[in-house]
């Protein structure tokens, strides 16, 4: 048995211990919103919160978790209103929508740490696969959300 | 939506359980008379059910084409809901199911592709919405003894000028008494409320809440996880395995052979992978094992000698070129997977797929259940590029779900998606030109080879048919899309050259191959636009001039080219920049764009912008529009830089993306995309951006540095952004 924190619920699950945290979340805990693309740590698809960082899970086994507090997307807000939803929503940015859950992950990370990111900051930290072209929409998204971020503190 | 309403023993409960208030449907033709609910069988009445209006005012509509990023879940619907001027607030969606009603009136099979989805259904649903507006307008005027054009509708109200009015809910009820109109008439343009604006997508909050059911996320209960590891050299076979080491691993229930490969049940996906890790398959590579890319195109060269050896000795000039393109995978980022519960007497599939013809066609074979039989429920779709349009997946699904008791979700690795792809061909072209002494091309020839995915196309999808030899009769009807001027190309070779001459080959390359965003286009695009460039400054003309020449009787060509030229200043780069023009009509839309480029000290390639001016007739959501297109250009600019599937010993050298390198945030230029003011009726979208972006890049490159490049992708000849 394994005791995991996320979304503010602490929980035991009893898988092996290399089983890759994105499988633990999607089929035994049952938050699918974190997508599985590539299984090699490349595309990002399955970025998750593990204290605030963003981080990627098919590569991650569950037994390397610790006591890090786990964020998926489910977490990150109960009704879509996080800055980073709300821009997403006000741009309409998902095509396919498949990569978006790592996308927000990895967008509001870089805001939690850089609450006003330049061009080449958000080059820098944004590097997850869309295959729909998205990434003009992701990049105004991202300084939308930081403005919208700062509206609210 | 949850996933148990996607299921279509479901939604027909749902549907006779809750037929209060007005369901309208229709055939799966155009001309098909909007038949009345009222006047069908019970089953068969809300099967063709399009639309539902509830009596408390809720409003359903089927969305018939599948959802893959395009956002045909908005614009459909729109289009029936302008009709109705129904208040966009209540209604809902549901994708339909399989079942011929939902046919694509173009394809006369249920499958979305070709960029079509707007097109086909642009006069049914808005007939369709316009049958329930008036039905409820009567039903209105009924009660008020009022006459039906005295009334006026909107938010799904209908009010009368004496001050009565009812809502939408109110009406269902009476309204379903009715008998539908025989030819109900859609509104004229300037009366639209909807179409024509940035209307919001109606699947961004799902798919920003993580909430949105794709097929990987379809969780049933007791249901177990597949996957499979497939010959890694086309056409190889399984010899042998021993499956003990994997049946001892934990969790795993079953190791089922396939065709050609094997796969591993278990009773989660990451057992299920450990389990075929421990799996030992012998496999017999068969007859390609020493098939290699070089032999390909060496195969394609010898087939462009068989052109005239001293085409035109009498010509002012002529040029003798060729292209070649190489195999793309599409790579959508939602692997292939499929989920299945079959029984003897039954089976069930929830399947993100393009094509659910096909996915019925496939699961009709393998279990031998009647093609109508099965049920197949379709998901949001992770990415679809045309990779959904084919059922591989779903038969390997069905045939391990058929040695279990339980339903089953395969799932492939991307290495697997990666490796067994159905690839855009490696395609070839010779184009022999004659100019006159105005330049102006007096002779065009045009050579072209590439393997064909026709004839598989036709025998998996409609496999009664397979025994038929359309390819060797016909020749692969697309092969020569905006090259050729035969009576089968519904996008013709544009220019006005004096005598245009075309030839191709099908070649026989053991990698398969299948639509790619754009299909022939992506190839097409590329050279013609390339071979019109250099034709262009053999004749010491500008590129945007000398087509406009001989385009001078394409108005829509024209648009686009002179909307391309004013918004991105041609002729007129800031300093030490260059430019390139491409021009290509597909999927009926016409579509011309800019690259603007450099390069830095040090050789890199800079891409400062794509500018593109797009002629699709009505813009039906502007917002989606540019989506769309914006889309397409990075999908053909990756494409274009150094995407590239190779073949040695049989088998794909890529495995995974850090070999496939797909364009990622910190490449992707500025694309600027606008649209030509238009009320013709609405072309494709989701395709027609991608094939100009190839030429307007290698163009640029000639503009800048004089170097003409001929093959894809630009990798190859040391050009990297």
Redesign the interface.
Known sequence: MLTLKVNGRTMEVD??PD??LL?VL???I???????????G??G?CTVHLDGVATRTCVLPVSDVGTAEIT???GLSAD?CHPV?QA??EL??????????GQ?MAAAALLAENPLPSDAD???A??????????????KGIHRAARLAARTQ | MSVSELSRRRFLQLGLGASAGLLIGCGSHELDPIASFATTREEQRFRNAWLHIDTDGGINFIVPST?????VQTALTMLVADEMDADWSRIRTTFAPYDPAFDNPSYFIQVTGGSNSVSSYWVKLRKLGAAARAMLVEAAAQRWNVKPGECSVANSVVSHPSGKSLGFGELAEAAAQLVPPDDPVPKTPDRFRLIGRPV??L??????????I?G??V?LPGML?ATVAQSPVFGGKVASFDKAAAMAM?GVRKVVALEDGMAVVAD????AL?GLEALTITFDNGPNANRNSEDFTRMLEASMQKMDKEPFPDATQRLDVEYQAPFLAH?????MNCTAHVTPTSCRLWVPTQNLHGAAAAAAVVTGLPRQEIEVNVT??????GRRLESDFVKQAVTIAKEVEQPVRL?W???EDMQHDFYRPVTRARFQIALGADGTPEEWHTRIASPSSFQKAIAENFPEFSWLPVQALLGDVNMLAGLGTSFVQSNPFPYAVGKLKTEDEIMDIPVPNGSHRSVQHSFSGFCKEAAIDECAHAADQDPLTYRRRLLAEEPRYLGVMDLVAEKADWGKPPPGRFQGLAVHRSFGTYVAEVAEISFTEDGALRIHRIVCAVDCGVVVNP??AE??V??????GLENTLRCEITIQGGRVEQS???DYE?????E?P??EVHFVPSAEPPTGLGEPGAPPVAAALTNAIFAATGRRIRTLPLSRHGLNI
């Open positions: 898988v092996e089983t890759p499988w999607r089929e035994t049952g938050l699918a919103g974190t997508r599985f693309g590539c299984g090699q490349l595309c698809a998926t997307i489910e879509n939803q997403w929503i309409d940015v998902p095509q396919c929508g498949y990569c978006q859950s927000i958000i080059d820098d944004m590097t997850n696969i869309c295959r729909c072209g998205t990434y003009g929409r992701i990049r | 959802e893959m990023g395009q956002g919001p997508r699947d961004t909050p799902a798919k920003i809440s993580g909430g949105a794709y990987i996320d969780n996880y934990p989660s996906h990451w057992r450990k790579q959508p980022l939602e692997p949001h779709l992770g990415g679809g590029f799932l690795t991307r290495e917002a989606i989506s769309q914006h889309g397409a250009v990075i999908w995974n993306f850090h797909v364009l990622r945030l910190h992707a500025d694309v």
